[in-house]
């Protein structure tokens, strides 16, 4: 699969990247001010083995206190390194280098921990049609930067937000009084959005498969009703399958033939990944 690894656009992760500066430096660095501002060099480590994601947000950070910091990168956004790799090395002045240490860590930690998570979960389905998709359960403003990270991992993205997709569910449905008037009202006020209709009863899956839509999210079925709801939809229309999902359960959920697996822990359980930045030059 090739994956989109275009960042967001430069705006956002300037807006992302000066909100973090000015909660970690306010008035001022205080520390770094006892220090000497010469030029110095630095390496960046990475202690555990991961999928690198966040090197715009990293740069940003840098260059927006040293706009001549010299930054070379010696891995690839998405590429799978192990522990002990030094992922880049810096040339710039030292104050700045230290004041931007933290904040650029954070990010760096933070989307590569979703990169490698989702990783693996890419690689539980492997050899599977099923395709591994994000959630909306991001970090608040972070959204762009975590869904940049999943594609990073080999992941897809489901909608950005409430914008960008129609997704009727259960209290959709039942306002709109059955599945066929809320189909058929989404398509009437947003014809050129996505429509994905979630299901609870193989019923409601053959309502919906007659009206039509995008996507069908199979919502809480066993493996009996989830293989069943494959073989009555044969690729006619892609199903998802969300909640309830974890490595453990990952790839027998794929190997039931669905077609999309969307996960929230991919985004909300972030285990950061261990880095950290050195002055002096990097070990040989």
């Given at each position: ?172 449905v039942r306002a709109a009084g059955s599945i066929d008037a809320a189909v058929r009202s989404a398509r009437t006020a947003q014809p050129d959005l996505p429509l994905i209709v979630e299901v609870e009863t193989l019923v409601q899956l053959e309502e919906v498969l007659a009206v039509g839509c995008d996507r069908i999210l199979i919502d809480d079925f066993d493996a009996v009703a989830r293989r069943e709801a494959v073989r009555i939809a044969n690729g006619r229309i892609p199903l998802e ?44």
């Amino acid at each position: 699969m090739n994956r989109d690894l275009s960042p967001p656009p430069a705006d956002v992760i300037a807006s992302d990247v000066a909100r973090a500066l000015a909660e970690d430096l306010g008035s001022g660095d205080v520390t770094a001010a006892l220090l000497p501002d010469t030029a110095d060099i630095a390496y960046l480590l990475c202690k555990e083995n991961a999928v690198i994601a966040g090197r715009p947000w990293f740069d940003a950070c840098h260059r927006a206190l040293d706009p001549d910091v010299v930054i070379e990168w010696r891995v690839a956004e998405g590429e799978r390194v192990q522990a002990g790799t030094v992922l880049a090395t810096l040339a710039g002045r030292s104050r700045a280098l230290v004041s931007a240490e933290r904040t650029s860590l954070n990010f760096m930690q933070t989307l590569s921990g979703t990169a490698t998570a989702t990783a693996a979960h890419v690689e539980a389905v492997r050899g599977t049609r099923a395709k591994i998709l994000d959630t909306r359960k991001t970090l608040p403003g972070l959204r762009l930067a975590q869904k940049y990270a999943v594609r990073c991992g080999g992941g897809g993205n489901h909608r950005i937000g409430l914008f960008d997709a129609v997704m009727l569910k259960e209290n959709h449905v039942r306002a709109a009084g059955s599945i066929d008037a809320a189909v058929r009202s989404a398509r009437t006020a947003q014809p050129d959005l996505p429509l994905i209709v979630e299901v609870e009863t193989l019923v409601q899956l053959e309502e919906v498969l007659a009206v039509g839509c995008d996507r069908i999210l199979i919502d809480d079925f066993d493996a009996v009703a989830r293989r069943e709801a494959v073989r009555i939809a044969n690729g006619r229309i892609p199903l998802e399958v969300s909640g309830g999902v974890d490595l453990g359960t990952l790839r027998g959920i794929a190997e039931d033939g669905v077609d999309c697996i969307s996960i929230g822990g991919l985004t909300k359980h972030v285990h950061a990944i261990d880095l950290s930045m050195k002055l002096g030059p990097a070990p040989r």
